[in-house]
């Protein structure tokens, strides 16, 4: 049976729920101060002292993310996480990981970006708020 996809408010909330998951669960990493993630950080400049001390920052910012995917999805949050979930795919392969770990997280910017897609693109600074 074919889903029907002329309900595109359902389709909203699986997109609201799998973007507020990716971040609060990377928000919850960061806060902890996951050591594997210190490479990613060395690897473009940041030394590890100064890495963990932004991974908490990086992780309350990651759960306001997810709050607001969640709660009220602007399309300025919408942009940031499709951003910053591009970047930190992306600097898997920078680090020296296989390019399959950045392929493996698509879904980390692909699935805000079609969540901003639902919502619009905005063509006008106030939309950012909208």
């Known amino acids: 049976m074919k889903p029907d996809f002329g309900n595109l408010r359902s389709v909203e909330w699986v997109l609201r729920i799998a973007v507020f998951g990716t971040f609060l669960g990377h928000g919850i990493f960061?806060?902890?101060?996951?050591?594997s993630w210190l490479p990613y950080f060395t690897s473009v400049g940041i030394?590890?002292?100064?890495?963990?001390?932004?991974?908490?920052?990086i992780g309350v910012l990651d759960v306001i993310v997810a709050a607001f995917a969640l709660l009220m999805p602007l399309r300025i949050v919408l942009i940031w996480a499709t951003f910053w979930g591009f970047a930190t795919a992306l600097?898997?392969?920078?680090?020296?990981?296989?390019?399959?770990?950045?392929?493996?997280?698509?879904?980390?910017?692909?699935?805000?970006?079609?969540?901003?897609?639902?919502?619009?693109?905005?063509?006008?600074?106030?939309?950012l708020f909208g």
């Open 91 to 127: 600097i898997r392969p920078i680090s020296g990981e296989p390019i399959w770990d950045f392929v493996e997280r698509t879904a980390n910017w692909a699935a805000p970006l079609a969540l901003l897609y639902l919502r619009g693109i905005p063509k006008r600074v106030r939309e």
């Open 47 to 57: 030394p590890e002292p100064t890495a963990m001390t932004l991974l908490p920052l």
């Open 30 to 35: 960061a806060l902890m101060v996951k050591k």
